[in-house]
């Protein structure tokens, strides 16, 4: 590798009491070069990282800084060395303007005139290839617009090696463009950057360095030149080939799951849309625009102001009031920690949040039947660590989200609800996720609310595209004209 290795992890090792996060890891993060991290869920990517954003610290080993030993107790003590991380939920604070959000925190800044900070944000942003606002609000902005100022923010407090977390799961395809774009513009400057991604496509086309981790160790440290195809990269990773592809065959849509009529409230307007068993109705668009209200109205976590809502032949209010075990709605969120898992619990309980109901005889739990049912799920579905007793904050992002899915599919349900069903899973479980969804819809509806274009067009049968708050058009996967506007369509161009 050429250029200077400014950060050096030598021997890293981690865990969380007897599950091995990372083992002896030594890795080097080169100046003017981006390092993309890849691995399986679990693998301890997100984990390692922490350590070097210093939110956590090894247990053994040590970083190097420049070639000095150094110890980040803190966050603050990684930015001081230049340590910047840019996370996929945005840490901005709405009702502020970009300037105010990039210079919110540094000390010597009281008495800055607004005019002053915006001329400073505006030529930062200008130096790297930005085109942003400094006296828009942050509550006024797309999902791209947020991550170029979370990046501003690193920037501004001179951060020279940078970490990216999965930083183009919210963004619209040209949106990830820009940020490649941004990325480019830094590596030309000096900046060291580590890129965390499942989506190889764009591994390829940014990375100058691959690292594969597995199981918490390092099997591979290559540069990208070396890789010929995003299918040798995914068989490096995993282990087999994985093509990420399926076998679309269309069913015969069967009887209406689900109705939606002029839905309308401060955030939707005049949303309809109709599903029907043995179809996957695929919800395109940015983050932020109406996909939520419209999912938290579906699944009665927020009533109807204005519109109706019909469920599996009954209207929302006797829905969620009088449902029936052979009546039943999976909802898998995408909120997997605050939402859909108790952090505090373990696996066994997890599980049972949704589907204690088929275990129940009169006032008892047989949990030993429920373990062992479970038990099946873990092994069948690959969730690491393989422990019932393993609490779910222990499990990588990925490994809780393949928890969720084991859990949701055991009920059986005649209406499934998926927001980002795959988002931070790694390319075979995404694979396995894709099938599993394609064979549930031979007894269920799925109403697939998805940012990732490809994961919309491998599975929809139909596709509904939603921009401020409105249905822009619904129509099926086979209208290429259509499918070629999808992009415009989530920018509000068409």
Known sequence: MSGTAVIRLESISKSFGDVRANHDITLEIHAGRVLALLGENGAGKSTLMSMLAGQSRPDSGTIYHNGSPVVFSSTEKAIEAGIGMVYQHFKLVEAMTVAENVFLGQSDTTWLKAS?????????????????????????????????VEILKLLFRKSNILIFDEPTAVLTPHEAENLFATM?????AGKAIVFISHKLEEVMSIADDIAILKRGQIVGVMPASQVTSTAELAERMV???????????????????????????????????DLRQGEILGIVGVAGNGQKPLVEAVCGLRQPVKGNITLLGMAWKRFFSQRSGDLTLSYIPEDRQGLATCQGLDLLDNFLLTTRDTFCSGPWLPRTEAAE?????????????????????????????????SREFYRKPRLIVAEQPTQGLDIAAAEDVWNLLLKAREQAGILLITGDLS?????????????????????????????????????GLA
């Open 184 to 188: 480019r513009q830094m590596k030309a």
């Open 373 to 405: 049912k479970a038990r099946h799920l873990i092994t069948e579905f690959d969730i690491r660590p393989p422990k019932l007793n393993a609490l779910a904050w222990q499990l990588s992002g990925g490994n809780l989200q393949k928890m969720v899915l």
């Open 116 to 148: 002053r900070m915006a001329k400073v944000v505006s030529d930062l942003a200008a130096l790297y290839g930005m085109r942003i606002a400094p006296d828009a609000l942050i509550a006024h902005l797309s999902m791209g617009e947020k991550q170029q």
């Open 239 to 273: 282990g087999r080939e994985v093509l990420l592809q399926v076998d679309h065959q269309p069913l015969e849509p069967r009887q209406q799951v689900l109705r939606v009529e002029k839905l309308q409230d401060e955030k939707l307007h005049e949303v309809s849309l």
């Open 455 to 491: 994961e919309a067009l491998a599975l929809s049968d139909r596709i509904a595209v939603m921009f401020a708050g409105r249905i822009v058009e619904t129509f099926s996967r086979n209208d290429t004209e259509m499918v070629d506007r999808i992009p415009q369509m989530m920018a």
